[in-house]
Every structure is written in structure tokens, then in C-alpha cells.
């Protein structure tokens, strides 16, 4: 018994050492009907450091939603989230603070400067060190809405609650505080955790503490919590609770997670099976009661689950519940467990937890499909998708990131990583990585180190030098590249087989390491498909030549298996056979496939689709390389029958991309492209365009939406003439050389773009500058404002042409870069389409064009919710004419900003148009057929 009693004090000794022995102590009172909780409380917090403290520092992340310029936020704004900034004020949060007393004395205490959820404390007198503080605080929490973060007050009443009090700051030497940005990462030191929670009758209170007491009175219950050593604190209070318990051995797993319609007796036995294998990988959880709920799935859910229908079931129902139970169960024990800083070492957290993910299904599931149900159907087995395994969906979505130059090292600070690399990318480059480094070292080291360090480390402070060392303690091998190369860096990973010399017996080969970096690959030789030899190779500078036993091999290859999340696998293997090592099949594919490395691959997909109404339906066939991953090197040729013009039509496009790393000029692109399309009744035009791109961006900030662009092209275009068509040139061949310089900032509150714009041709020289700026105001009013001004330097054309010349409401568009569905109209519903370029005029007025100078200003401003006012006024300048001042203005319908609008013309240099006959013909609209210009609005929510 008195050992028992000793090793129980050493297990409490050893887990407080980092924090020491910190207690919450608080009483809280609900207010539903208002939104409120009146919280009473006491913090106990000891200084583990030798520094003396004067100030200390308090969490209030309820606060981060009480105005629109917290962290919080501009965060949502950032992603393109207008919920919160559109809220009513009643539906944001906010903190009272009444008194913070030390001693029964009044403390001096403030808000951070722009951290209005972090509380600055000025102590009577100074913590000394293992010394504890003990102060009293009285504040009232008003509730904000679940539809920010869905943490919060819901429609019906229900309560969600996390971070909903206020906790101590951690202090290690320094002090740790940030503020809260949807990251759900606070850090706070465990505390013993004592709570009195006041509620109205009817309601149900789910929590993952001890409940020591409950009663009950005529109009309100009171129930008394408590927990040892606590990190989160999430509370559910509802009058209809879905959570299930499901007990095993003392434990508790507490769930409302959406069980795919199972029965009891499944979801029981998943659970058993889960918690057994998290217990038999991480050793018993310490506390009694683990909660999983909703919520925690809904925000990290298992992707590729969840972007299907729910009628299309791809896996089987209890492999996805089981899926989706261990993943948060595996995140919950984590964060409730390991006491890191998650927003500087969230990748140790989501690298085990994507470990174990992996070796779940691995051990349970090793013949599981990527595309699990649909890869046995027929027409999707023949793809190279229907092979690929569930777990080589990790490596595919972090080669998502790496492809297009988006990813970001794994210890970037978490609130500066991209949504995608946050989400998805990498968690699963850090769990990629753990598994890339097991199957380096060898003898299950990485693996068994991961649960010894998880146990040994329970409730202590941990960080990644602190997992580095222990890992370095269980192995000999140099695993220094792991630390340096894969974590702290963007480094890829790419080798190739450059040389090969075989003789009977022996097989020298060099292998080139083409990044910077001192990773290790492995080398296998096979006999057909079957394995012979296995060779680590390490510190490959830029080559490496090596000689090793033939064994009747007549295949090398590099990575077979795939464990290293290689960049570019297609140059991983030679062939021993025959005079050409590396002669890799065609292989032809209907529809676009994953990208098979053993292949050159060519794919197939039929066209159908409407780009202007002269051409009418395109049928037609798409031939192209490009994969779901990108390539440097792409080719699309794209022949099409069109129904209408009863022509054939197309495109086609060859191009080069070289991506480059921490750089601010990090693309370069450069190809040539044709085209063959109708642009009025039986006229055609065919144009050949190459072109140079440089893409540049913030290098130190990938989160950043500045943007610039530097483009070269020169266009050669041959129209069919047409002598009764007013927008026919008298020289219908022309050829333009054009530059333009772009700078954008796209953002929700503020987004700002110009444009410098040069083009010479046989004719003419002329340039413009084109100016956008739009801010969305605290009051919800939109302003919207654009200058454009452009010049000719020279113009030659016939002045009865206004082809080339700047438009005022509808530019002829002689570059075709604007998607007209009827370019050449003069009347009806197509002529009435409006492209926001040049003049910017919705009106059409009776000088509708420049071939002088042109200088426009367009404005609008938010009238109600979508409607809008807007004006335009501007100069207009031709050959032998006075300038004209040009006006118009008139109401603008914002559906979708920038792809879906409609405007109505009120009065302008006409008079009143509103009043005038056809008013129907004079209005306008934007509307976007282009699938990519519509996937740019999910896409500026993730990159």
C-alpha cells in the first residue's frame, strides 16, 4: 500500500513539474432567454520559473468576437467568410468584466493592444518564483452565435461551448498568448478544474468532467463538475441531448458523432475496437470520460468522406463511422494529453495522429481502396485510381500543395499556413513523414518510440526538440535530414536514376539527387515484380554512384513503394532489359486519371459545352496529359463540332512552368496557344498566341492575397471579313505585342487591383492604367470605385473604325479576351452583356468610343443587402472632336460579386432612361459560363 501510495506521488510530482499545481475554481450562471453566463472565479497558478513575475497574462477568447477588427475577425475575412462581419450586433460575443482582485484588492488589468481577447494583469506585488498567484474575477459572457466557429448559442438555444472562461496564460520563461483565430489551439497549463454550473430546468448537460453532484429546484438545476489535470473544457448544454456513452472498463467514450444509421451492438463493438487500439498504442487516457463530438468532426473531418453526397456511400457505413471516431479520438486524447504549444508544434500532434491513422487501416483494412466501392465498377477499375490504396490519399494531397508551389514547412506557426496546408496538406506530410522515417530507420524504432513517448510524456510539456531527442536516443542512424530538411523546411523530395552500367554479375548506377537537400531514398532491384534487394541510400549531394550485386535483376527502382512523398516519380526507374533502360509505354486513358509513374500517359474527354451562341453546342473531344496532380510540362488539343455554325472549332495550348522556392517571384510560365471560333454569323477567327508569365507573391507570407504579374504575348489574328458587320476591321489580319503589369490585394474587407497595360501593333500604339478598389465598411455598406484612363500614342486607323479604339460601355474586344456569348451583337438580350474593362459604362451612349484618350471613373455604394447605386462619369476624346463629358448612373443588383450582377440604368446623359420606351433592351448584365472563373470562389476560401 505505502509503495502504491509513493509511486501515485511520483506520477503527480513528475506530471506538475512543467506547471506546477494550477486550480480553476468557478460558478456560473446561464442565462439562456438572454444569452448570458455570470461567472464567478478563482485562478490558482504557480510561477515554475526562477523569474519574477509583475504581470501576468489571461486568456478571454469569448471577447474575440465582439468587434469586427479582433484577430478573429480578420481571420474569417481572410477566408472569405462575410457571416461575421454581416452579423447583427446581438449575435456576437463579448466579455464584462467587472473586477480581477488579488487578496480581496483591485487589480489594474487592460486588454493587449490589438489582442482585445487577451487580458494584461498588473500584480500588487511581484511571483516569486514556485510561488502561486490566487485572483478573483466577476465578468458576464454574452454568447455569440454558433455560425462563426460553431462554438456558441444555436438557432433552437443549445449551447456549444469551448473557451467559454477565462484561463491563465502559460509562462516558460516567457509568456505565450495569442489570440483566437478559429485555430481551436489555445495554450493553457493544466489545472484542476472545479465547476458549479447554475441552468434552467430541461435542459441536458454533457461535459467530459466528473459530475460530483446534481439537484434540482422549482426553476433551474445546479450541477457541480470537477477534473484533474485539464486542458479543454468543451460544454453542451441542450433540451435534446444526442450524445450516446459507451462504457468499457471504467472508461467512458461520450459521442454524438453521425453513426451512418449502425446499430447499437455496431457501434459498440467499433468503439471497443477504436479505444483499444488507442490504448494498445498511446496506454490508458487519463481521465475517465473522453467526449467526441460533432463539431470536432465537422471541422477536421476525414476529407475524401465528406465531399460526396451522403447518397453516394463510397466506403462501407461502419468503416466510415470507424474512420471518423478513431481520427477524433486520436485528436481529442492528444490535445488532452500532450502538453505542446499547438500553434508553433501542432505538427507533432497531427504527424502521430496521421501515423496512426495510416496504421490503422493498414493493419485493419490493407486491401481498401482509394475510391473504396467505385473502384470494383466497371468503367472506374480500368483507372489508375481504382488501384491506388485508401492510405495514398496523403501523399496525393500534400502533392496538391507541393506541385503548385503552395506548401509551407511543417512547423510554420499555425495561424500563418494556407486553410488547404492547415487542413489537410500538412497533417498529412507530417504523418507521411513519420512513416517515410520508420521505414528508414527499421525495426518498428519510430513506432515504438511514438508510444513510449506518448506515455512517458503524459501531462508534461513537450516540443518538438524535446521529441527529437528522444528520437535520436533509440536509433544510431543519422536522422538529422528529418529534423533539418523535412520539417523545417518547403524542400521536395525527387532523386532519379541517371546512369546505369550492368554486367553479368554487378550493376553501377548513379543517382541524382535534384533538390537541395540531405534526405535518403531507397533503391530496390526486382526480377519482374518481385522484390530481390532493398538498399538504403544516404547523404546523395547532387550524385552519387554506387555499385551493388545484379542477383538476376532486370529492374531498378527507386522508391518502389512509395513511403517517400517524392515530388516527381516518373523518372524513379530503369529498365535492365533490352538497349533503351527507360522506355515507358504510351498509355491511353478516357477521363482524367491519377498520375501513373510507370506510364506517358495521354487522356481522353468528350466536350460538351457553350462558349457564344454562334457557335451554339460544342460537341468534341479533349486530348491532354495534364493529371489531378500538376505537371511542368502540359499540351491540351481540343477539336470540337459545333452544332450551330456546323464548323469545326477548337483550341489547343503547349506550356512550361518552372516553379521557384522562396522567392517572391515564385512562377514562370511560358508556351504558345491557337484557337479557331466563330465570333459573328459565319465568320470565323483563328489566333496563334505565345506568351511569357512571371507570377510573383509575398514569399514570407503564403496566406497574403498580394498578388502581382508581369505578361508578355503576342497575338496573331486573322478574321474572316465581313463588310455588313460594323466591328469587321478594314484590315481584319493584325498582329499586337502586349504587356501588362498586374498588382492585386483580394480581400473581403478590402480588395484593391490596378493594371498598367501596353500594345503596339502595325496601327497603333496605345496604353492604359486601370485602377479597382472596393471596401466593405463596419456598417455593411459596400464601396466600390474604378478609374480607368488609356491614350493613344499613335493611331493610324481609319477614323471611321473604332475597332481598336477604347470603348466606353462595350469593347469590341479585337484581343479576345472576354467571354462574349455574343461579341458582335447590336441588339437583343446578348448585346446587353456587360464585361467590366475599359470605359465601364452601363449606359450606351451616343459617343460609345475613344480613338483619342478616354478617362472614366465608376463608382457604387450599398443601397440594401445586393442592390446597389451606382455612376459613371468620364471624358471622352476622339480625332477632331471636343472632349465629351459622359455620365450615367442607375441601380446595380450584386448576386455574386464580380460573376453574377444585373444593372438597371436610372438616368444619364440621355435623360431619365427609367422612363424611356424599351427600357428592357438598356439593361445589363454579368454573367460567367466559365466553370474555372466559378471554382476561383472555392478556391480563394483554401489557397
Given amino acids: 500500500m505505502k509503495l502504491r501510495l509513493f509511486c501515485c506521488a511520483l506520477y503527480a510530482l513528475v506530471c506538475y513539474a512543467g506547471f506546477g499545481q494550477n486550480k480553476i475554481d468557478l460558478k456560473a450562471v446561464f442565462d439562456i432567454k438572454n444569452k448570458q453566463i455570470k461567472i464567478s472565479q478563482t485562478i490558482q497558478y504557480q510561477n515554475t520559473t526562477q523569474d519574477e513575475l509583475q504581470t501576468i497574462y489571461l486568456n478571454d477568447w469569448n471577447n474575440s468576437y465582439s468587434t469586427k477588427k479582433t484577430p478573429l475577425a480578420q481571420r474569417l475575412a481572410d477566408e472569405y467568410k462575410n457571416v461575421f462581419h454581416l452579423a447583427k450586433n446581438e449575435e456576437r460575443g463579448y466579455s464584462v468584466i467587472a473586477s480581477i482582485k488579488q487578496d480581496g484588492e483591485d487589480l489594474v488589468f487592460q486588454n493587449v493592444k490589438n489582442q482585445i481577447d487577451i487580458i494584461k494583469v498588473e500584480l500588487k506585488k511581484p511571483l516569486k518564483p514556485n510561488d502561486f498567484y490566487n485572483i478573483q474575477l466577476e465578468y458576464l459572457v454574452q454568447i455569440p452565435s454558433d455560425k462563426f466557429t460553431s462554438y456558441g448559442i444555436t438557432n433552437t438555444g443549445a449551447l456549444n461551448l469551448r ?39 430541461g435542459y441536458k448537460l454533457t461535459s467530459e468532467l466528473d459530475v460530483i453532484n446534481q439537484t434540482q429546484s422549482a426553476n433551474k438545476q445546479l450541477i457541480t463538475l470537477e477534473g484533474e489535470n485539464i486542458l479543454n473544457n468543451k460544454l453542451f448544454i441542450s433540451k435534446t441531448s444526442k450524445f450516446n456513452t459507451i462504457q468499457k472498463d471504467g472508461f467512458s467514450l461520450i459521442t454524438n458523432i453521425d453513426d451512418e444509421g449502425l446499430e447499437m451492438i455496431d457501434k459498440v463493438l467499433i468503439t471497443e475496437k477504436v479505444t483499444n487500439f488507442i490504448q494498445e498504442k498511446l496506454g490508458a487516457y487519463p481521465h475517465n470520460q473522453l467526449l467526441l463530438s460533432d463539431i470536432d468532426y465537422n471541422k477536421n473531418p476525414v476529407y475524401g468522406l465528406n465531399f460526396l453526397p451522403n447518397f453516394i456511400k463510397t466506403y462501407p457505413n461502419h468503416f466510415q463511422y470507424e474512420l471518423k471516431l478513431l481520427k477524433i479520438a486520436l485528436n481529442n486524447y492528444l490535445e488532452n494529453t500532450l502538453l505542446i504549444n499547438p500553434r508553433t508544434d501542432q505538427w507533432l500532434l497531427d504527424g502521430i495522429q496521421m501515423y496512426y491513422l495510416i496504421d490503422y487501416v493498414d493493419k485493419y483494412y490493407p486491401n481498401m481502396k482509394f475510391l473504396g466501392n467505385l473502384a470494383g465498377i466497371w468503367g472506374i477499375r480500368s483507372f489508375h485510381a481504382a488501384n491506388m490504396k485508401y492510405n495514398d490519399k496523403y501523399t496525393l494531397a500534400y502533392m496538391l500543395m507541393a506541385r503548385t508551389n503552395r506548401d509551407q514547412s511543417l512547423t510554420t506557426s499555425k495561424d500563418s499556413l494556407l486553410k488547404f496546408n492547415n487542413s489537410i496538406a500538412n497533417k498529412y506530410k507530417a504523418g507521411v513523414g513519420l512513416k517515410y522515417l520508420d521505414d528508414f530507420i527499421n525495426h518498428d524504432v519510430v513506432e515504438n518510440s511514438l508510444s513510449s513517448f506518448i506515455i512517458e510524456n503524459k501531462l508534461k510539456p513537450v516540443s518538438t526538440t524535446d521529441f527529437e531527442a528522444y528520437l535520436k ?71 552519387k554512384t554506387i555499385t551493388i550485386p545484379r542477383n538476376n535483376a532486370n529492374k531498378l527502382v527507386l522508391n518502389y513503394n512509395n513511403v517517400i512523398p517524392e515530388i516527381n516519380a516518373r523518372d524513379n526507374w530503369k529498365s535492365l532489359k533490352g538497349f533503351f533502360f527507360n522506355n515507358k509505354p504510351l498509355q491511353f486513358r478516357l477521363f482524367k486519371d491519377m498520375e501513373d509513374p510507370y506510364y506517358n500517359q495521354v487522356f481522353f474527354m468528350p466536350i460538351v459545352q457553350f462558349n457564344n451562341i454562334y457557335d451554339g453546342l460544342n460537341l468534341g473531344v479533349k486530348a491532354y496529359n495534364k493529371t489531378l496532380l500538376k505537371k511542368a510540362f502540359n499540351y491540351k488539343f481540343e477539336p470540337q463540332y459545333s452544332l450551330k455554325s456546323r464548323t469545326l472549332t477548337g483550341s489547343s495550348f503547349v506550356s512550361m512552368t518552372h516553379q521557384i522556392e522562396n522567392r517572391s517571384l515564385y512562377s514562370i510560365y511560358y508556351g504558345i496557344g491557337g484557337a479557331y471560333t466563330s465570333y459573328a454569323p459565319d465568320l470565323f477567327v483563328t489566333q496563334i498566341t505565345p506568351s511569357l508569365g512571371f507570377l510573383f507573391r509575398q514569399k514570407d507570407d503564403l496566406r497574403s492575397n498580394k498578388k502581382q504579374s ?36 483580394d480581400n473581403l474587407i478590402t480588395f484593391s487591383k490596378w493594371y498598367a497595360d501596353f500594345q503596339i501593333a502595325k496601327t497603333f500604339t496605345k496604353v492604359a492604367f486601370n485602377y479597382e478598389f472596393r471596401h466593405l465598411f463596419e456598417n455593411n455598406r459596400q464601396l466600390n470605385l474604378r478609374f480607368f484612363s488609356g491614350v493613344f500614342l499613335r493611331n493610324t486607323n481609319n477614323p471611321n473604325s473604332d475597332y481598336f479604339s477604347f470603348a466606353l460601355d462595350r469593347p469590341t474586344d479585337y484581343l479576345f479576351d472576354y467571354q462574349y456569348l455574343g461579341r458582335s451583337e447590336e441588339s437583343g438580350i446578348f ?51 471636343n472632349a465629351h463629358f459622359v455620365y450615367d448612373s442607375g441601380i446595380r443588383i450584386n448576386l455574386v460579386t464580380d460573376y453574377f450582377e444585373i444593372y438597371l440604368p436610372v438616368y444619364s446623359n440621355l435623360g431619365w432612361e427609367i422612363a424611356q420606351p424599351h427600357y428592357d433592351q438598356k439593361i445589363r448584365f454579368k454573367f460567367t459560363v466559365d466553370p474555372q472563373a466559378l471554382l476561383g470562389l472555392f478556391r480563394r476560401r483554401w489557397y
Fill in 163 to 201: 473557451y467559454w472562461y477565462i484561463t491563465p496564460a502559460v509562462y516558460n520563461g516567457k509568456w505565450h498568448y495569442y489570440s483566437n483565430k478559429d485555430l481551436d489551439d489555445m495554450y493553457i497549463p493544466p489545472a484542476d478544474v472545479h465547476l458549479e454550473i447554475e441552468y434552467p430546468l
Fill in 473 to 543: 536516443s533509440k536509433t544510431n542512424k543519422n536522422i538529422d535530414w528529418f529534423f533539418t530538411d523535412y520539417i523545417n523546411t518547403r524542400k521536395k523530395i525527387d532523386f532519379k536514376i541517371k546512369k546505369v552500367h550492368k554486367t553479368e554479375d554487378s550493376i553501377t548506377l548513379t543517382i541524382k539527387n535534384k533538390q537541395d537537400n540531405g534526405m535518403p531514398v531507397s533503391l530496390y532491384t526486382l526480377n519482374n515484380d518481385s522484390i530481390i534487394s532493398k538498399t538504403w541510400i544516404e547523404n546523395i549531394t547532387e550524385n
Fill in 710 to 745: 508581369l505578361l508578355f504575348r503576342y497575338i496573331d489574328t486573322n478574321k474572316d471579313e465581313d463588310v455588313n458587320n460594323i466591328y469587321t476591321n478594314n484590315t481584319p489580319n493584325y498582329n499586337i505585342f502586349n504587356a501588362r503589369y498586374i498588382d492585386s490585394n
Fill in 831 to 881: 448585346s446587353q452583356q456587360y464585361i467590366d474593362a475599359e470605359g465601364g459604362f452601363k449606359s450606351k451612349l451616343e459617343t460609345p468610343f475613344a480613338n483619342q484618350w478616354m478617362t472614366t471613373l465608376n463608382t457604387s455604394t450599398t443601397l440594401w443587402k445586393y442592390i446597389l447605386m451606382y455612376g459613371d462619369v468620364g471624358l471622352v476624346k476622339n480625332k477632331f472632336d
